[in-house]
């Protein structure tokens, strides 16, 4: 792809960034076409072109990309995904190669990402939120990364837009697999933890039990085990269910909060109370949560 480079440079920013998906589309396209292809090498070069023309200005002689420039990026990659161009699975690998987590600058990736997904969630690209969803269940369990980026989500966007269970009220039908990573990561962010040997608990904000709420009330099947529907994959794929964290929730946050918040809690319990069925017992208690 070295040879690329003197065309994509007669392209102005961030027009550039564009015309780099489209050939990283292209890229890809070949590559699924011929899987026995050296896949590693190749990917080392599509990640090279990423940094220098996804995430680089090459007109500009700063390292990184100002907050303008990443927007423009963040608008290129929408417009690229929401286009009816290309199969889903095919786009799929266009999102995996350019949000890899390799590279010049793993960190600014991340918080591209980051931005993007606040984006979509409230204007609801669902082919965008759906390539979110299987990028992010394809990462390493605990990943630092994923980490960073469910509390840079929940910090920098869900507990500063007012009514935010209402906004991404749909999110559960949009992309059930990411509503259900989501809610894991919600319930990692905030649980009971060590601190000199004496259990430590910090009650989430008042608008992340509002929206888990909500999603587990519009989808009754979110956190089913069976995979008999499109929801119910999102815990056999993961392998965890949200349930044990956010029962903790119900409990424990109401015990460590100075306001009156019980009923919000105990619409939080009910919602949790309709997914545990026979069927995903052992998914919703594993063995040595209670």
């Known amino acids: 792809m070295e040879s690329l480079g003197p065309l994509m440079r007669k392209f102005d920013f961030p027009q550039s960034v564009?015309?780099?998906l489209k050939i990283i589309h292209i890229q890809c396209e070949k590559m699924s076409l011929n899987p026995s292809s050296a896949l590693s090498q190749e990917l080392s070069q599509i990640t090279d072109f990423v940094d220098e023309f996804v995430f680089g200005n090459h007109q500009s002689k700063a390292k990184k990309l100002n907050y303008l420039e990443q927007l423009q990026v963040i608008q290129a990659l929408i417009d690229h995904f929401d286009s009816d161009e290309g199969e889903f699975s095919l786009l799929c690998s266009v999102f995996m190669v350019v949000f890899l987590a390799k590279g010049k600058d793993v960190e600014y990736k991340m918080d591209t990402l980051s931005k993007l997904i606040s984006l979509n969630l409230g204007q609801g690209h669902n082919t965008m939120l759906n390539?979110?969803?299987?990028?992010?269940s394809q990462q390493p369990p605990n990943s630092k990364h994923c980490n960073q980026l469910a509390r840079s989500l929940v910090h920098e966007y869900m507990i500063l837009?007012?009514?935010?269970?209402?906004?991404?009220?749909?999110t559960?039908?949009?992309?059930p697999l990411l509503a259900g990573i989501l809610l894991i990561h919600f319930g990692d962010l905030y649980k009971v933890s060590s601190e000199n040997t004496n259990?430590?608990?910090?009650?989430?904000?008042?608008?992340?039990?509002?929206?888990?709420?909500?999603?587990?009330?519009e989808q009754k099947d979110l956190c089913g085990a069976q995979g008999k529907s499109e929801c119910q994959n999102v815990v056999s794929m993961l392998g965890k269910s949200p349930i044990?964290?956010?029962i903790v929730w119900s409990v424990l946050a109401p015990l460590v909060t100075q306001e009156d918040n019980d009923l919000d809690y105990s619409r939080l319990h009910l919602s949790l109370?309709?997914?545990?069925?026979?069927?995903?017992?052992?998914?919703?208690?594993?063995?040595?949560?209670?």
């Open 161 to 170: 837009v007012p009514d935010i269970a209402t906004l991404l009220k749909c």
């Open 131 to 136: 390539c979110v969803a299987l990028w992010w």
């Open 172 to 175: 559960p039908q949009q992309s």
């Open 244 to 246: 044990p964290a956010l």
């Open 273 to 290: 109370l309709l997914h545990i069925t026979q069927a995903n017992v052992d998914a919703s208690f594993p063995v040595g949560f209670l």
């Open 18 to 20: 564009c015309e780099a």
């Open 199 to 217: 259990p430590v608990f910090k009650a989430p904000p008042l608008p992340l039990v509002k929206l888990s709420t909500t999603w587990l009330m």
